[in-house]
T-cell receptor, first 112, second 116 residues
Framework: GENVEQHPSTLSVQEGDSAVIKCTYS??????FPWYKQELGKRPQLIID???NVGEKKDQRIAVTLNKTAKHFSLHITETQPEDSAVYFC???????????WGAGTKLIIKP | DSGVTQTPKHLITATGQRVTLRCSPR?????VYWYQQSLDQGLQFLIQ???????AKGNILERFSAQQFPDLHSELNLSSLELGDSALYFC???????????????FGPGTRLTVL
């Protein structure tokens, strides 16, 4: 069935360094890939998304890349800051009924 | 503030009981989604409604049911509650569902359910 795998489950980086979170999807028909950030005790919020007709999208320190051939997409955060500490979820559009298939989440820890 | 409201914020109940969680979507949003998030776990998609009709079902237990009313608010009913049902339940809304097009989901603050 449809599946989105997310790695790593936990990522610890030094403040100021870059962080990369990777997701792979199984459904070749998927065409929408959002990333959500969930801070501790708060609701998930969309931080960036990409559609299948685009290979890369940037928004300040955040970028997402998509490789349709390999069926994987990645979140890149540069110059990490303490406020980047959170759980990040990737998702891919599902084949049926327009639902999103969610990854398991990555806990990003920024070390001072 | 996402514009999505959920009530109650917290709910404590006993095993075997039934509860109803309520969600009001953002003004103008037609789609409502329900998610379950257990402690330190990911988002488990339960069910989606679009303009009053069920559109997609995830891993929703038979003890759980939901509906979306004509005013577009939604309710999630959980019955015969078990200890394992303790979790944070999120509602999210989006503008709508169009073929080949997806929209941002705006999440509510969640309802924390504790089953004792």
């Amino acid at each position: 069935g449809e599946n989105v795998e997310q790695h790593p489950s936990t990522l610890s980086v030094q403040e100021g360094d870059s962080a990369v979170i990777k997701c792979t999807y199984s459904d070749s028909a998927s065409n929408y890939f959002p990333w959500y950030k969930q801070e501790l005790g708060k609701r998930p919020q969309l931080i960036i998304d990409i559609r299948s007709n685009v290979g890369e999208k940037k928004d300040q320190r955040i970028a997402v890349t998509l490789n349709k051939t390999a069926k994987h997409f990645s979140l890149h955060i540069t110059e990490t800051q303490p406020e980047d500490s959170a759980v990040y979820f990737c998702a891919g559009s599902g084949q049926s009924n327009y639902q999103l298939i969610w990854g398991a989440g990555t806990k990003l820890i920024i070390k001072p | 503030d996402s514009g999505v409201t959920q009530t109650p914020k917290h709910l404590i109940t006993a095993t075997g009981q039934r509860v109803t969680l309520r969600c009001s979507p953002r003004s103008g949003d037609l789609s409502v989604y329900w998610y379950q998030q257990s402690l330190d776990q990911g988002l488990q998609f339960l069910i989606q409604y679009y303009n009053g009709e069920e559109r997609a079902k995830g891993n929703i237990l038979e003890r759980f049911s939901a509906q979306q009313f004509p005013d577009l608010h939604s309710e999630l009913n959980l019955s015969s509650l078990e200890l394992g049902d303790s979790a944070l339940y999120f509602c999210a809304s989006s503008v709508g569902v169009q073929l080949d097009s997806y929209n941002e989901q705006f999440f509510g603050p969640g309802t924390r359910l504790t089953v004792l």
